[in-house]
């Protein structure tokens, strides 16, 4: 059996569930493959079971192939999600051998690439329009280098699209991510909050 080369991330992960945390819609995914690590976060519109059930099938999609594409992961998504809610999502995949993170977002799933090297500036990811299973316009995916110690940030929109404003990231992901849902959450919606720590 072949031993994957798993990529160095140090994770954290900050939910908040307005009603029964079984029927969350905002949920997210981490998959590993040779070489690389598969990031994402998925917001089912609304919030309830059908919510839930529409993020669910996202997660399913992208865990069956996360070495794969981000257009076609994407595209299948789409096309999985047409008799469903629709779903906002966030992806990004690191690729360990070129030390790249190539990136994608459709709909307001907010993402944050914050350097280690303070004279870096912070990168923000540009969002497709649209939501899978409904309307998906023309994805393009970048890819940036990334550096021991830059960290990626994804939350969806029941947190403030600020919350990277005033981050101490000499902080663990963990403690990262349930700062920002504590001061930024909205409290009208679902929210999750996903940090990553490239390590190498």
């Not at 999600?81 to 977002?105: I, K, N, P």
Request: glycine share 8%; with cysteine; proline share 5%.
């Amino acid at each position: 059996m072949e031993t994957l080369n798993r990529p160095a991330l140090d994770l954290g992960v900050a939910t908040l569930t307005l009603a029964d945390p079984d029927q969350c819609g905002d949920l997210n995914l981490v998959a590993y493959f040779a070489g690389g690590v598969l990031v994402a976060v998925m917001d089912g519109a609304g919030h309830g079971a059908e919510a839930a059930q529409a993020a669910r099938t996202a997660q399913d999609i992208l865990s069956n192939r996360p070495d794969a594409p981000l257009p076609a992961l994407i595209r299948q998504c789409h096309d999985g999600l047409r008799t469903m809610r629709g779903v906002v999502m966030s992806l990004a995949s690191f690729d360990t051998r070129e030390r790249t993170m190539t990136w994608a977002g459709v709909g307001n799933v907010e993402g944050r690439l914050l350097p280690r090297d303070a004279h870096c500036a912070p990168r923000r990811l540009l969002l497709s329009a649209g939501m899978l299973g409904h309307r998906l316009a023309t994805v393009t995916p970048s890819a940036v280098q990334v550096n021991p110690g830059d960290t990626l940030i994804l939350a969806t929109d029941g947190v403030r699209e600020s919350f990277d404003r005033r981050l101490c990231l000499n902080r663990s992901p963990q403690k990262i991510a349930d700062d920002i849902l504590a001061q930024d959450a909205l409290q009208t919606d679902d929210a999750l909050v996903l940090v990553a720590r490239f390590l190498g």
